[in-house]
């Protein structure tokens, strides 16, 4: 989810109108190039594939983000122009129901094999060819400019889902196609966990927007800052690995209904987990277990101080409190990434496909590896307003029944993460790369309970 590059050495403020639409569309056309690059190992046929309710086939990501920048960005904006199909104003619509069109079923997206992949690159070439000639222009509107970069910000998201959305499609499929022959994972040794501390009180969170730059970007859910006050907490410097979990399965936890939230424990039951996703039993390997990755089917046995992924915000919750520890609210996350110098994990650009171990005994992993669960109900921060019009239905209206996670993953591109950044599914959700950080008050200072401080 290369990429876009929002890159700070480009300074919007001091250029004019045409040089910030020149920036725009450097960063416009690496964003795109990105997406095109990420599907380039995929047949027409992968493309087609939506293997779960969250996932959307990759042909579909591909046209839903042109339809985004022909839809707010070159009908209003772009004098004389003419819209790539008619039927693409509904056929493409994920979920505005502002605009008025019927929008299909998410279901049934797989179910489009008109039209062709053919079709839907030559409306992303309509649609490129179309926004080079608007930032190319005279006295290109700001909030043109604003909307691109909204744009470009989406396309990030898409990327990163429509790699998540062909793992599953691939390990759901009986033949377990592997994305990328040479995806590999960089042999890093493992570091014990240590636990950093954060004196708390009254505290910054949400983005500093500079309403005056327009290439300046937060979404809408990321704002307005505000104080919080935060009681005294340690967060633990990486994220939970799978040897780590690895000992909670073994300690019966997924048999365990005390640890368990009700609903987490009645999603256990039904749907009979007993691992993370893509974790399958193997008798031939020494753990007794493999893991399918982008690069195909690798033994836990090689994986063992990676960060575990792929689990429900029910499993995160439930391994915290097997190790007497908790998950931090989205303000201590934030606050702790923000404030503290920070060794990073994976991200796109590292070209693992995959999180890695850590190697640091300093705050790490923060941006990128895993989007890591918070405890935090995803709700608008005080003082929250969406935008005007249909892009208001962008984040506001799924402020129900949704947990916030945070810090990106090993899928999300450099130049798309940042520390304010609110990502938000339900709990029960795994196809994303979703890990866990264990988080305490400074009350807790004795050993956690099937756990230590080293």
């Keep these: 989810m290369a990429t876009m590059a929002l890159s700070p050495a480009v300074s919007p403020a001091a250029g004019s109108a045409n040089s910030l639409a020149s920036a725009l569309l450097v960063r416009y056309r690496a964003a795109r190039a990105a997406t095109s690059h990420c599907c380039a190992p995929l047949s027409a046929e992968d493309q087609m594939v939506q293997s779960c309710a969250e996932a959307s086939p990759t042909k579909w990501h591909q046209a839903h983000t042109s339809w985004f920048f022909e839809t707010f960005v070159l009908t209003p904006f772009l004098p004389g122009y003419r819209p790539f199909h008619p039927d693409f104003h509904w056929l493409f619509n994920s979920y505005y129901k502002s605009l008025g ?40 509107p700001e909030d043109a400019l604003r909307r691109i970069v909204l744009g470009i910000q989406h396309e990030q998201q898409h990327l990163e889902l429509l790699l998540t959305d062909i793992k599953h499609a691939f390990f759901t499929n009986p033949l377990h196609p592997v994305y990328r022959e040479n995806a590999s994972l960089p042999t890093r040794l493992p570091q014990p966990a240590q636990w950093v501390e954060f004196e708390g009180g009254l505290q910054q969170i949400g983005y500093p927007l500079d309403a005056a730059d327009p290439l300046d970007f937060s979404f809408d859910n990321e704002t307005p800052r505000h104080t919080v006050y935060l009681q005294p907490y340690a967060l633990e410097n990486r994220t939970v690995t799978c040897a780590e979990y690895l000992d909670f399965m073994n300690d019966n936890g997924y048999q365990r209904a005390e640890l368990w939230l009700s609903e987490g424990w009645d999603t256990v ?120 019009g249909a892009l208001g239905e962008y984040n506001g209206k799924f402020m129900s029944s949704q947990i916030i996670l945070r810090g990106g993953s090993a899928l999300t591109p450099a130049s798309h993460i940042r520390a304010a950044y609110r990502n938000f599914f339900s709990p029960a959700t795994r196809w994303q790369i979703s890990g866990i950080r264990l988080a305490r008050t400074f009350a807790d200072q004795a050993t956690a309970l099937n756990g230590s401080d080293q």
């Design 101 to 140: 069109n019927e929008i299909p079923e998410k279901k049934l997206r797989a179910s489009f094999s008109r039209p062709s992949l053919d079709q839907i690159l030559a409306f992303r070439a309509h649609v490129d060819h179309h926004v080079d000639q608007l930032l190319q222009g005279q006295d290109v």
């Design 269 to 388: 039951e039904s749907e009979r987990w007993d691992a993370p996703l893509y974790w399958q039993r193997s008798p031939a390997e020494a753990s007794g277990w493999r893991i399918f990755t982008l690069g195909g089917w690798r033994p836990l046995s090689d994986m063992l101080h990676t960060p575990v992924c792929h689990v429900s915000l029910f499993e995160a919750d439930a391994f915290a409190r097997w190790r007497g520890c908790r998950l931090p609210t989205e303000a201590e996350w934030e606050y702790a990434a923000a404030s503290s110098p920070t060794d990073n994990g994976i991200l796109l650009e590292d070209d693992a496909l995959h999180p890695t171990a850590s190697t640091s005994r300093d705050l790490t992993q923060m941006l990128g590896g895993c989007w890591e669960w918070t405890s935090s109900a995803y709700t608008g921060y005080p003082g929250y307003a969406p935008l005007p």
